[in-house]
């Protein structure tokens, strides 16, 4: 099943399942009561179709964006070329974003100007969907909702520079996510590409995951609750670049869809 969150023409904003068109033309959206989240599927049988819809962020982190740094093997080599060194690690690298930086599908990414050099990172997303602390690995799927496409955007002289990453990776609109949930998907070999004016800079897969998605739930969930709402970005391949003013930036993963965020 495909969710998404939606603000309709009269300005109110929902969640909706796709289902095929009643006109038998493509898909459209049905409504649901409430955040699927916390209310399941019941539906208050409105039906919108696409073009009369705006795409919203279909998730706001309840408490936390969690990433991963260093999970594919590709982009630790890039790294250490780049003078940010290291191998990679044994055990998956985590840090924050604040649920402030999350943006939805078509929102501008803003570069701030404390930084000179604003880069992408393509990211499968995963979407907790119950609480979750100390989840054995063998059971990490069961607090999982569903994926969808996220850019870790990061300002890079700022990564360098701070040691840490919080402000680097923290910015407002630093965190792009959609444009829909997908609940059911085989994750073992997802293509992941990232365009940048529709010019592929990064090209990979899943199964190149230096850890898996069960061990990336387990793992953080060690170390935080997670709550319903809450996301894992999975970490990036290799080919990560800059965005410049006027770009256009398109995250696509295989069975979700494309995430595009104008760059200003
Ligand atoms: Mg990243």
Redesign the pocket.
Known sequence: MRVARFRAADNTIAFGVFDEAENGEGEELVELVADPLVAGYETTGRRFSLDEVTLLAPVIPRSKVV???K?YLDHVAEMQERGMGGEAPKEPLLFLKPNTAVIGPDDAIVRPSLSNQVEF?G?LAIVIGALAKEVPEERALEVVFGFTCGN?V?ARDLQYADGQWARA?GFDTFCPLGPVIETDLDLSDLAIETRVNGEVKQRSSTAHLIHSIPKLVAHASQAFTLLPGDVI?T??PEG?GALEPGDVVEVEVEGIGVLRNPVR
């Open positions: 990433c991963i740094g999970n990172e990211e870790d990061t990776k970005l970490g990036t990560v």
